[in-house]
């Protein structure tokens, strides 16, 4: 076979983005009242209805993966027992795999899988999400072993994690118009080189991601091929 490879990232995400229920019939929680369990997908945003809880936060759709990092905050209405779907909300923060249908999502991971059904268009409020590096602002990881990055003037960056610290530039990524960046290391500490294991966000940033930061810049996602990094960012 001969073909090409093409990157999907963010771009990608805006062609997904929609509202959509579970298929295969009524769940428990439906059959004890509950609303049909729905993912609203923007380009860089997400909003989850899981029977009770309302939950919402950063998106990311790069190569036929999701990633989610939640906000923290969620609603919570009808909650009486029977009445969430735990396994809807399970699979969507499970960082699955997307598979397109006819109508809808197929959604599969180590968590199990699920059928999406869309439903309709995006509300059409903006969800104020940005994919805007901006100079003095520093993320604080949350997983991935933990570590900052802090964004400098003149395009640089300081990357500091567990094995040390790495410093450069960071630019939009060849080719890319969606928001893709891509960080360029001076060099990476000697510490980080002789680390038999690629350090988790070291793997992350070796390759083209993409960033969401969320509305009133609390929180913020990375996602790329090697996978995701979840962060806060500091005032």
Not at 4 to 25: I, T
Not at 177 to 204: K, N, S, Y
Request: glycine share 14%.
């Amino acid at each position: 076979m001969v073909g090409g490879l093409d990157r999907r990232g963010s771009s990608e995400a805006a062609a997904l983005a929609g509202r959509y229920e579970l298929e295969g019939g009524a769940t428990a929680a439906q059959r004890n009242g509950a609303k049909p369990p729905e993912l609203i997908l923007t380009r860089n945003a997400y909003y989850l209805w899981d029977g009770c809880n309302h939950a919402e936060g950063l998106a990311l759709a790069y190569e036929r993966q999701l990633f989610l990092h939640g906000s923290g905050l969620s609603t919570l209405a009808n909650c009486m027992p029977g009445r969430d779907d735990p396994r809807f909300k399970r699979i969507n923060v499970s960082e699955p795999r997307i598979g397109r249908t006819l109508d809808g999502l197929l959604l599969s991971s180590t968590a199990g899988a699920m059928r999406l059904r869309r439903t309709g268009e995006v509300p059409s409020t903006s969800d104020g999400v940005t994919t805007r590096l901006k100079p003095g602002t520093n993320f604080t990881f949350i997983d991935r072993g933990g570590g900052t990055l802090v964004i400098l003037a003149g395009n640089r960056f300081h990357l500091t994690q567990s094995c040390g610290a790495t410093e450069g530039r960071w630019r939009a990524a060849p080719g890319e118009r969606d928001g893709g960046v891509r960080f360029g290391p001076d060099r990476t500490t000697e510490t980080c080189m002789r680390d038999p294991a690629p350090h988790p966000l070291q793997r992350i940033y070796s390759d083209n991601v993409d960033v969401a930061i969320g509305p009133i810049r609390d929180i913020a996602l990375f996602a790329g091929r090697f996978g995701s990094a979840r962060a806060r960012l500091a005032h």
